[in-house]
C-alpha cells in the first residue's frame, strides 16, 4: 500500500520501506503525503543558484496551496522544493517562481526578526514524534531564521539557534535558496531506515499569501501532527555531538561619585570574565547542555513598571540556556483550547535561578554594597526523546552563597553580612506520547535545598518540593480533547521561614475571619496540591471547553516555580465560533463567549465574570479585536493583605486593537482600554504604535503608552488598636489613589548584512501616585469605609515631617498613629545599544552600551514636560560598556 501511494505521487522509489506504517498515519487515521530524499556522494556547491547536477537527481515537490488569502486554493506562484543528503547534512533547494520577480519583498534584518519579506520555511521533526519540530527559514536576501517548536505547536522557542547555512540568489525568474542543515543540529534515531516529519512554507508578502504542503485547513486541529512525510533517509551516520562554546568577555561601569567615605560607589570599576558552555549528544536521542560560569551580560532590559499590587509581577525568560528545550519541562496547561485560568501555578519558572538575593542587611552601617543577583556556579541539563514516545528532561543548576559589605562608619570597620545561601536547583519532567494524535501521561518534580547556615537567613526555606502528573487524550481526529493534571508540594525549614510562607500574599493564614485554615507560628513545615481538568473542542467551525481548577490554601511553588495565590476554587466555559470565509469586510473572525466563576475554601465567591471577544482580519488584510466584560460584586479576600474581608465592587472593561496591514513599509497599532467600577474607579489606557522602514536595512518603531484614573480604595497600613472591634483588633487604612502612567519605547536596528547590525532600544517612563481621602474599612465583608477628617474624626499634615497624624475617634484623643506621606512621583530612562557581528557560524561578537538613570520624588505632580524635556537628563546616569566574544567548536 505504502509503494503504490508513493508511485501515484510520483516518488522515485523506496529502497527501504518502513515494515509498518501504523506509525505513519496522522490522527486522522489517513497516511499523509511523502517527500523523497536523495542521497548524494558530492553536495551541491553552496552558491545559491540551483544548476548543479545533484539537484536533478530529486524530485520536486510542487502541490503548494493556499492557506490565505483564498484557502485551499493552488498557490498562485509556482514553487519548487526538492531534498538531498549526505552523511552528514540535509540539503534543500528551492526555487520560488515569480511572475513579478521586480516586485519580490526583501529587506536586511538580524536574524530571528521579521523584516516584512518573502520567505521560505523548511519544517522537520527528525524526533517523528508529532510533536516537536525544528523550523529553518530564509528570506530572498540571505536573512535566516529558526525556531523550535514542542507539544504540537503549543510551545516555540525563538532563542534556539542552531549552526547551518543558506544562500539565496534573485533573478528573473523569482528566487532561489539552498541549505544545509547538519544532521548533528537535530535529534533523531539510529535506526538504519527513517522517516521524518516534513512541511514547507512560502510567503509571498505582496500578495498576503500563505502557502503550504501540506495543505491543513484553518479550521483542523494540529500543527506537527499534520506533518508530511520525509522518506529516502538510510544509514545515516552518527554525527559529531560535541560543541563547546568558549566566551570571553570585559566590561566598564561609569556612574556617579557616591557620598564623601563611601568606598563602595567609585566612579569607574572594570571587570573581566571568562567560562563555558557545552552541548554533547550522549546518544542519539539524550543531549546534555551545560554551562559553566554563564555570562547573561546580553539578557534583554526588562520594562520598566511599578508594582502596587499585593503580587509578584511575572517577568519572561531571556536566557538562551534556559529558554532552549524549555517545553520539556512545560507541566500541564490544558489541551490546547481556550479554557485557561491566570491563577494556575506554574511548576518550573527558570527565572528563580540566578534571582536577586532575599536576605536583609542586619549589620549597622550607612553603606552597604549589595549584589544584584545571585551568581550561578554551574548548570546542566539533559534533555531528549526516544522512539518509544518519552520525553525526558533534568536541569541541575548551583548558585553561590552571596554577601553583602557593610561599612559603619562609627566604628569604621566594614563587616560582610550573608544575604543569598549557596542553593541547589534540580527539576526533572518524564512524558510519553502515546499515539500520533499526541495524547500523552507524564510527571514533573523539583526540589530547592538551601544551606541555611547564617541566623540572617531563617527567613528562608531550607528545602522545598514539588511532584505532579499530568495526562492529554486526544480523540476523533484531533477534534476533541480532555487534559488533567494534579500535583503536590512540600517545604521544610525554621519556624521564621514556614511564618513567611503562611502570611504571604498568596495565603493570607493570618487573616481573622478564615474557616478553612489557621496562623500557626510553631510550623516547621506546610503542604498543599494544586488539580486542574480541561475538556475542549478544538476543532471545525464551532469549538467549545470547560475547565475545572483548584489550588489548596497550602500550596507552594515559588521557591522554583511562579504563582500569585492560591486558596481557590476554579471553574470557566467558553464557546466560540470561527469563520474562515472571506466576505466583503471580513476575511477571517473569531466570536468567543467566556464565564469563569471562582470561590476561595471558605465557599466564598472572589470571582463571577462573563467575558465577549471578537477578533479577526478586515478585508483589507487590517487586524482588529474587541473584548468587553463584565465582574458582578464578588468577596475580596485580598483587599486588606491579611486582614478580614471586604467586598470587590462590581464593574466593566471593553479593550479594543487595530493593526494595519503589515506588508506596507508604514504600519501602526492602536490599543485602548477603559475600565470602570461602582465604587468610582476607572483606568483609560492607550498604546498607539507607528513603524517605519524607509529602507532595506534601516527599521524604527516608537510606542508610546499612557494610562491615568482613580483607584477607589488603595491600601495603605495596617494599625493595632484595640479599640477597633469591628474589624478584629486593627485599623485597614486605605486611600484614593490617581495615578498617572506615561513611557514611550523606542526601537532602531540597522543592518548591513545578515550577520551584522546594530539594535538600539530606549525607554523613558514616568509614574505619579497621588494619595488623597484617606479612610479605613468600617465593617467586614463590605465596601464601607470611614473616611478620615469627618464630624468625630481628624486628620492633620506635618509638612516638616512630610507625615500625617490621624485621630480615628475624637472620643478617644490618645488614639492616633502615624501615616508617612506615601505620594510619589518616579521617572527613569533606560538605553540599550548592541552591537552584534556573527563573524563565523556559531560565533559571535557583541559590543554592548547601557545607561540607566532615574530619580524618586515626593511631589506627585504629573508633568510630561518636565519629567521628559530637561529634568529627566538630571538624574545622574550609570553607563556600562561590555565587550563579548564567543567561538563556536564542533568537535
Known sequence: MLALL?????????????????????????????????????????????????????????????????????????????????????????????????????????????????????????YHDHRTAFRFDITPDGVKGDIQFGDDGNFTDQSWDPVWQAVTSIDSLGWTAEERIPFSQLRFSRAPDQVWGIRFVRTILRKNEFDLWPFVGKTENGFVSRFAHLGGLHNIPAPRRLELVPYTSGSGTFQPAGPIGNPFQKTSAYSGNGGLDLKYGLNSYVTLDATINPDFGQVELDPA?????????????????????????NFGGGSGGLAGFGSTPQFFYSRRIGHPPDGSVYSPGQYVDYPANTSILGAAKVTGKTPGGWSVGLLDAVTSREQASVLDTTSAVTSHDVVEP????????????????????????????????????????????????????????????????????????????????????????????????????????????????????????????????????????????????????????????????PGKIFRETWQVLTVGPSWNYDGDPIQKAVNGAVFGNFSNFWFFQLIGSYSAQVVDDRLTRGGPLALAPAGWSVNALVQTDQRKAFTGMWMASYTQDRAGGWQLTGTPQVSWRPSSALSFSVTPNFAVGPTAAQYVQSVPDSLAQTTFGARYVFAQLFQHEFDVTLRMTATVSPTLSLEVFAQPFTFTGAY?????????????????????????????????????????PGDSFGIANPDFRTRSVRVNAVLRWEYRPGSTLYVVWTQSRSGTFADPTFDITRDFDHQLFRDPPTNVLLVKLNYWLSL
Not at 479605613?776 to 500625617?804: H, Q, V
Open 6 to 126: 508513493l508511485a501515484l505521487q510520483g516518488a522515485a522509489s523506496v529502497p527501504h520501506p518502513p515494515a509498518d506504517t501504523a506509525g505513519l498515519r496522522h490522527s486522522n487515521g489517513l497516511i499523509p503525503p511523502m517527500a523523497m530524499a536523495v542521497r548524494v556522494t558530492a553536495p551541491p556547491a553552496m552558491d545559491g543558484r540551483l544548476d548543479d547536477p545533484a539537484w536533478a537527481s530529486a524530485t520536486p515537490i510542487t502541490d503548494f496551496r493556499q492557506t490565505d488569502p483564498h484557502e485551499g486554493q493552488p498557490s498562485s506562484e509556482r514553487t519548487e522544493v526538492r531534498v538531498l543528503y549526505t552523511d552528514d547534512a540535509l540539503y534543500v533547494g528551492v526555487r520560488a517562481w515569480d511572475d513579478s520577480a521586480t516586485k519580490i519583498a526583501h529587506h536586511l534584518g538580524r536574524r530571528d526578526t521579521f523584516t516584512q519579506s518573502d520567505d521560505f520555511r523548511v519544517l522537520i521533526d527528525s
Open 305 to 329: 513598571f511599578v508594582n502596587l499590587t499585593a503580587f509578584e509581577v511575572f517577568l519572561p525568560e531571556h536566557r538562551p540556556f534556559f529558554v532552549e528545550g524549555d517545553d520539556i519541562f
Open 422 to 581: 549557596a542553593t541547589n536547583y534540580l527539576v526533572g519532567r518524564a512524558r510519553r506520547t502515546v499515539n500520533a494524535g499526541g495524547s500523552s501521561y507524564g510527571a514533573i518534580f523539583s526540589a530547592v535545598n538551601r544551606d541555611i547556615t547564617v541566623p540572617a537567613l531563617n527567613g528562608l526555606t531550607s528545602g522545598a518540593y514539588t511532584f505532579g502528573v499530568d495526562t492529554k487524550q486526544l480523540w476523533s481526529h484531533n477534534t476533541y480533547a480532555l487534559a488533567a493534571d494534579a500535583g503536590g508540594s512540600y517545604l521544610a525549614g525554621d519556624t521564621a521561614a514556614i511564618q513567611s510562607v503562611q502570611t504571604s500574599s498568596a495565603r493570607y493564614y493570618q487573616r481573622p475571619d478564615a474557616h478553612g485554615f489557621h496562623y500557626d507560628p510553631a510550623r516547621t513545615s506546610l503542604t498543599g496540591f494544586n488539580g486542574d481538568v480541561y475538556l475542549d473542542k478544538l476543532a471545525g467551525t464551532w469549538l467549545w471547553g470547560t475547565a475545572f481548577s483548584t489550588s489548596s490554601p497550602g500550596f507552594e511553588v515559588n521557591d522554583l516555580g511562579f504563582q500569585q495565590r492560591v486558596d481557590r476554587i476554579s471553574a470557566y466555559a467558553y464557546i466560540g465560533r470561527h469563520t474562515t470565509t
Open 772 to 812: 488623597g481621602g484617606f479612610k479605613e474599612l468600617a465593617y467586614p465583608r463590605t465596601f464601607s469605609f470611614s473616611r478620615y477628617g469627618t464630624a468625630g474624626t481628624g486628620i492633620a499634615y506635618d509638612s516638616t515631617a512630610g507625615s500625617y497624624t490621624v485621630h480615628p475617634d475624637a472620643a478617644q
